[in-house]
């Protein structure tokens, strides 16, 4: 079987926001367990100057969405950024999931040497080939801000381990 776009990128995505989903469960029931809201835990940051965990799982989100568009060339679909509660993020992982299973792979497929162009920051733009930009920044920023969460989770006493961020909810059958 030969390995395509397709199947190299988009299981990963849905590994990565299922795995991140039963994170958030495994956390939510945590904080009920030690007598405080969940909510306590969207605000967490490991420094200062980072966003907090609510951002952290908004752009796990948008970074597999918007790769699997920018080359796909589907539309994404836009979410409000405003999630202040776990139930929220869980929707929006879910919306997102949702969103990566109507991507034919007919549209993904093929497309190893078109040109992605993407923003980096606000105002700046990097182009690259496809393959490369799923390879080196879309998958990788997926997985950067999925193990952000988890490491925040760790810090605030929820107690996750490597399974639950590898097999997710299967870490538990």
């Known amino acids: ?4 776009l397709s199947s190299a990128t988009l299981p990963v995505f849905q590994t990565a926001l299922t795995n991140l989903g039963h994170c958030l469960k495994k956390a939510e029931t945590n904080a009920m367990a030690r007598s405080f809201s969940p909510e306590v835990l969207v605000g967490l940051r490991l420094a200062p100057d980072m966003l907090p965990l609510a951002s952290q799982v908004r752009i796990a989100c948008d ?3 918007n790769g699997t ?3 796909s ?3 994404a679909p836009t979410f409000a950024d405003d999630e ?3 139930a929220q993020l869980q929707e929006r992982i879910a919306k997102t999931l949702a969103w990566l299973a ?3 792979t007919d549209a993904f497929d093929g497309r190893e040497a078109q040109e992605v162009t993407f923003p980096i920051g606000k105002e700046a733009t990097r182009t690259m080939k496809a393959e490369a930009y799923l390879k080196h920044w879309s998958i990788p920023n997926v997985y ?3 193990t952000t969460v988890y490491a925040l ?3 605030a006493g929820v107690d996750l381990g490597k399974a639950d961020f590898l097999v997710g909810a299967q870490a538990a059958a």
């Not at 079987?1 to 395509?4: C, F, G, L, S």
């Open 1 to 4: 079987m030969t390995i395509t």
């Open 63 to 65: 970074a597999a969405k």
């Open 69 to 71: 568009a920018r080359v």
């Open 73 to 75: 060339g589907m539309e």
């Open 84 to 86: 202040t509660t776990f």
């Open 102 to 104: 109507t991507v034919p």
């Open 144 to 146: 950067f801000h999925v």
């Open 153 to 155: 989770l760790r810090q």
